[in-house]
């Protein structure tokens, strides 16, 4: 976001706030632990204005990028950009207060080492006129509160903080591992492969075991990661604003008449079972234990891929690797109890049990509702959900027939009130507060889900760019009038039902992701983008052919130059006629 927007106005004051140690979020040094890579393979995790060269950093084609390799891309491309000298790290923002006068007045706390010129605790706020809040939903682990924590006598923690651990849980003889996330897979097969035995956790009363696929898929042998991004295949997933890719007609056939929905089903089925033939599951009755609950069809990012050097379920079938369905009822001296009277001895107890998925900055009462991030309420929902319920029924019939997931589902106790937040996120093009549409001073960067990590960060990061500036397609017709002319401004009630039709999308189609919450999509985001760079009237078919277009996949590549791209368009159309 902040090369982005100092591309395009370089005189910009721009300060960031990091509350690591390091750049890559994800991917920042202290959360590298031994054996992490990405799910995408080379090429697939990158930004478009920067490749990730074989030169540089050593990854060849076809394979996945160890984490400690992105950590270093995260560096050089800072260093390339000249990001360094305005990031502020160890630097969390504890509160935003709006000023009656414009701006937000932008509190944190410095938690550095002695003698870099900084002072531990509070610092002076900073008077910001623009704010872009880019946490994401990957930044605050979710840790479940369980009866005899206290008592445990042995560690605890969030997946996340696997590299802090990974000393210490590597000389272990038994670890427990409580989720059924890619994580949890994750950190399985680093003790594993240690010579660790380890408990697997998967709670009969959550949403099982995770899909999880091989790199390479269908008889075809197509990545998965590119499968995604294949324009054609997209058709097949219904989508509330697929429609923005021009070829509304052919997706409502797919979705409102039975030959169509058929065909889809049948699209669904043949990767489902593909996935599934591929791992074998039914091979062996430990590896059955984890096979999905639900089909694939109803998951989103929660569908991953296989990244290990070598045989995953080979622990399972040998044992190093116990998988156990059942709930943990509570917690003694090194010892996990479970629901079924099982007993697991354990040296550490490993939670990959989600994120908390709402942003932690203190926020004055009341504002979180104006800003359209999750919230508490018992009142009527708007008029407006129900009304963008029956539309996307209507519109998607098949999303009618929900499935059940777990009829025993009970979500997991917290030390704090996550499990009540019972509003979604309500942003506008996923980013922008609808009731701060025409004010243009806050925005939120990276609070979606999306197998197309980098792409969609990159045209979230432009779109921001122009709407901040006042610059979007929708502007234009506000700015003919020369230097004194202002913006267009929005219709607010058009804003408020678009962002409700597309945030309330996500529980008719993901429940078994987290779409009720917060965006969360595999299909949909090429289309996605196609809606944000329509916003800035910028070409969104971007291939150089009919059948390309159709059946080549989509990345990083076929969105290199677009800030110039823009900037080309955008002196155009706001020149004087």
């Known amino acids: 976001m902040a090369k982005t927007y100092l591309e395009v106005n370089p005189s910009a004051k721009v300060t960031i706030l990091e509350s690591a140690e390091s750049v890559g979020g994800v991917w920042s040094e202290e959360r590298l632990y031994p054996g992490l890579k990405s799910n995408n393979i080379v090429g697939g995790y990158e930004y478009s204005d920067f490749p990730m060269d074989e030169k540089t ?205 058929f065909l889809v089903d049948s699209f669904w089925n043949i990767l489902s079972n593909d996935v599934i033939t591929l791992n074998g599951y039914d091979k062996h009755p430990e590896t059955k234990k984890l096979k999905p609950w639900t089909p694939a069809f109803w998951v989103a990012t929660s569908l991953s891929i296989f990244n290990y050097p070598t045989d995953f379920f080979q622990y399972v079938r040998d044992g190093t690797i116990k998988v156990h369905i059942a709930d943990i009822t509570h917690l003694s001296p090194k010892a996990v109890h479970l629901s079924n009277g099982d007993s697991l001895q354990a040296d550490a107890l490993i939670c990959s049990t989600g994120w908390k998925h709402n942003p932690t900055i203190k926020l004055s009462p009341g504002l979180d509702k104006q800003l359209g991030l999750p919230y508490s309420s018992t009142e009527p929902e708007d008029v407006l959900v129900s009304k963008a319920d029956n539309e996307i029924l209507t519109r998607f019939p098949r999303l009618a027939s929900q499935p059940v997931i777990n009829e025993h589902y009970k979500p997991l106790r917290g030390s704090d009130n996550l499990a009540a937040l019972n509003r979604p996120y309500r942003l506008y093009r996923f980013m922008v507060p609808p009731a701060y549409i025409n004010d243009r001073s806050i925005a939120y960067c990276g609070m979606i889900m999306a197998i197309h990590t980098t792409t969609c960060a990159q045209a979230q990061a432009l779109w921001l760019t122009a709407y901040l500036s006042g610059r979007l397609l929708h502007d234009q017709a506000g700015l003919k009038g020369g230097q004194a002319a202002q913006p267009q401004r929005f219709d607010e009630d058009d804003i408020r039902w678009e962002t409700i039709l597309h945030s309330q999308f996500g529980k008719w189609r993901y429940p078994a992701g987290y779409g009720s919450r917060y965006p969360d999509f595999v299909f949909d985001a090429v289309p996605y983008m196609d809606m944000l760079l329509k916003d800035m009237g910028l070409n969104w078919l971007r291939k150089t052919s009919r059948w390309t277009e159709w059946f080549d996949p989509y990345g990083p590549g076929d969105y290199r130059g677009l800030v110039d791209e823009w900037r080309i368009e955008n002196a155009k159309s706001s020149s004087p006629n």
């Not at 091989?214 to 294949?230: C, I, R, S, W």
């Open 57 to 261: 950093f050593g990854v060849k084609p076809g394979e996945h990028i160890p984490g400690h390799v992105l950590h270093k891309y995260f560096q050089k491309y800072a260093e390339h950009f000249d990001l360094y000298r305005r990031i502020r790290f160890n630097s969390k923002v504890e509160s935003a207060e709006r000023r009656d006068s414009g701006g937000w007045i932008i509190k944190f706390s410095y938690s550095g080492g002695v003698g870099d010129g900084s002072r531990n605790g509070e610092n002076n706020p900073i008077l910001a006129r623009k704010l872009v809040i880019s946490t994401g939903l990957t930044s605050e682990p979710f840790v479940p509160s369980i009866t005899g924590s206290e008592s445990f006598n042995a560690p605890i923690f969030h997946a996340k903080y696997l590299r802090k651990y990974a000393d210490e849980t590597s000389k272990a003889k038994n670890v427990v591992i409580l989720g059924g996330s890619k994580s949890a897979y994750d950190a399985a097969y680093a003790h594993a492969s240690a010579g660790v035995t380890v408990h697997w956790v998967i709670r009969e009363s959550g949403f099982g075991p995770g899909w999880i696929a091989p790199a390479y898929v269908t008889p075809l042998k197509k990545k998965l990661e590119q499968l995604v991004g294949v324009r054609f295949l997209t058709w097949f997933s219904p989508c509330i604003w697929g429609n923005q890719d021009g070829f509304g007609t052919v997706r409502s056939w797919l979705h409102s008449t039975k030959i169509g929905r």
